[in-house]
């Protein structure tokens, strides 16, 4: 059996464990995390089915068959279609990953109890918060460069409107990933698992009609009412930095309060089991 030798010594002294016990620094932590959330992400048929396959067949449809015409206002009757769906469909790629998919795998994740065991491994909770947040960031790098190159075979221009353009259409992308991660939070950590998977696919639905997809001058009447949503906030927004290369201080400004307001009652509300 294993013990002291006639030399005074265990079995283990001077055994070297590579890699030691202790654990990895903070950064190393988070960004397996971040490695670990993409890949289930990618691995994953639905969340791909959200986060790729349906923002590519809204912008295969919305710019070449005829249901892309309620896309258009009159008052961009001059403007190619594909520029106009284009930023829409961008937004709808952020509010599919920072939102729907989020939600969802959070609310499952608490359910199951994941949240609550990673909360209590070095990784803690921030860690798991950042490494979250660097994977939603990277899968939307991924659907930036996937659905943009397909709207640059479809014909669209991003750059039409000077080089201003491109910058001020990723930042106004990066705040509605800031408000729709808030709102997912939010959701995952107040709601059962089996709601919020119905309410977040039931808000995709909806807001993705609101003033993303669909400008809100299209919708007549209830255009300035919409001007108050996340969706529509971001939706004017990237058409604006699209179209016009300029950076809506309104919009943004929306996007921002859904963040902060979001965020604050994450902070009071939410649940890690």
């Given amino acids: 059996m294993g013990g002291v030798n006639d030399r005074g010594r265990t079995p283990t002294d001077g055994l070297v464990l590579a ?5 990895a620094p903070a950064a190393a932590r988070v960004l397996a995390q971040a490695r670990f959330e993409v890949g289930v992400l990618l691995r994953n048929g639905e969340q791909l089915l959200v986060s790729l396959v349906l923002p590519a067949l809204a912008l295969l449809v919305l ?21 106009v769906v284009a930023p829409g469909v961008l937004g709808l790629a952020v509010l599919s990953t920072a939102f729907t998919g989020q939600a969802i795998a959070l609310g499952f994740d608490r359910r199951y109890g994941v949240l609550r065991l990673l909360a209590t491994t070095p990784l803690g909770r921030s860690g798991l918060l950042l490494g979250r947040g660097l994977a939603v960031l990277a899968v939307e ?10 709207a640059l075979a479809l014909g669209w221009q991003p750059l039409a ?17 800031a408000a729709f991660a808030a709102l997912a939070l939010l959701l995952a950590g107040s709601l059962r698992a089996e709601a919020v998977l119905a309410v977040a696919n039931l808000a995709w639905v909806l807001l993705a009609g609101a003033g993303l997809l669909v ?41 921002l309060a859904w963040a902060a307001a979001a965020g604050a009652l994450v902070v009071r509300t939410f649940r890690w089991s």
Avoid: M
């Fill in 19 to 23: 890699p030691g016990g202790g654990a």
């Fill in 63 to 83: 710019a070449r068959t005829p249901v892309g015409a309620v896309v258009v206002p009159a008052s961009l009757a001059g403007v190619a279609r594909i520029d």
């Fill in 141 to 150: 790098a991924l659907q930036v460069v996937v659905l943009g190159g397909l």
């Fill in 161 to 177: 409107a000077g080089p201003a353009a491109l910058p001020l259409l990723l930042l106004a992308l990066l705040l509605g990933t």
């Fill in 215 to 255: 400008p809100r001058e299209a919708a007549g009447a209830a255009g300035p009412l919409l001007a108050a949503l996340p969706s529509a906030a971001l939706g004017d927004a990237v058409r604006a930095a699209s179209l016009d290369g300029v950076l809506a201080l309104g919009p943004c400004a929306v996007l």
